[in-house]
Structures are given as structure tokens and as C-alpha cells.
């Protein structure tokens, strides 16, 4: 009687499973990338509203401590330092950090006093920096 000798086989993957898997990944990754970069635009827009928010909050903050909103000549600036004319009942600082006044792409907000329909505009650009746009490029306001 003959007895068969079995050789243990190596284990491990081969370079065609393994070219497979990678291809799998590559189709994977081709579609997601794009959809997860347009949440990521979209995050940063929402986190622009809600800095414009809490800048609105620190204005109102600043104008019931001080009488009126800060000039346009003053501008954010005013919530951080004291202006050099600035009211003498300021109670500051109102904005904890200056990159409280920076919109999420790295440009600082932009405050006009009078605002076209209140008392103050409060507004980002967008990614372009650029008045107008749509998308991540559009402008976000108070």
C-alpha cells in the first residue's frame, strides 16, 4: 500500500487576489470621493451660519453693554479690543479668540453698518471670496 504524502500548501494571497482587491477598492473610492467632498463643502457653510450666529449674539451682546452696535470704521474688531474711541462702558472681550472673526475658508467676516435690513450686515463669501456664487461658493449672511 502506498501512502500519499500531502505537501502543506503555503498560505497566502496571490498577486491576482490581491489586484482584485484594489481594483474593488479603486471602484469604491471612485464614488465616494466625490460625495463625501460635497458634505465636507457643505459642512463649512454650516459652520458659517452658525459663526455669523454667535457674531450676531456677541453685536447684541456689545450694543446692550454699550448703546449702540459697533461703526463700520470699528468693525468685528471692536468685539475682541476696545476701540481707541470706543464707549467707555466696554465690557470685553466679546469674542473669545480672533478666529472667532475667521469664516471657514480663512477669510475674516466682513460687518457694513447700516445692513440693508436691520442694523448690521454680517456675511462670508463663500469659498471664492468673491460676492456671489452658488454651492460652496455662495455667499452666507446674517
Sequence with gaps: MKVR???ARESGYTLLEILIVLAILGLIA???VPNLM????SAKSDVALIQIS????SLDIYRLEN???????????ALLRKPETGPVTWNG?????PE???????????????????PFDLYSFGADNLEGG?????????
Design 5 to 7: 504524502r500531502t505537501q
Design 30 to 32: 471612485m464614488f465616494a
Design 38 to 41: 460635497k458634505l465636507f463643502g
Design 54 to 57: 454667535n457674531l450676531k449674539a
Design 67 to 77: 448703546g449702540s452696535y459697533p461703526t463700520e470704521g470699528q468693525g468685528l474688531d
Design 93 to 97: 472681550p466679546y469674542v473669545d479668540k
Design 100 to 118: 472667532g472673526l475667521i469664516d471657514p475658508w480663512g477669510n475674516p467676516y466682513r460687518y457694513q453698518r447700516p445692513g440693508t435690513d436691520g
Design 134 to 142: 452658488v454651492g460652496e461658493d455662495a455667499d452666507i449672511s446674517n
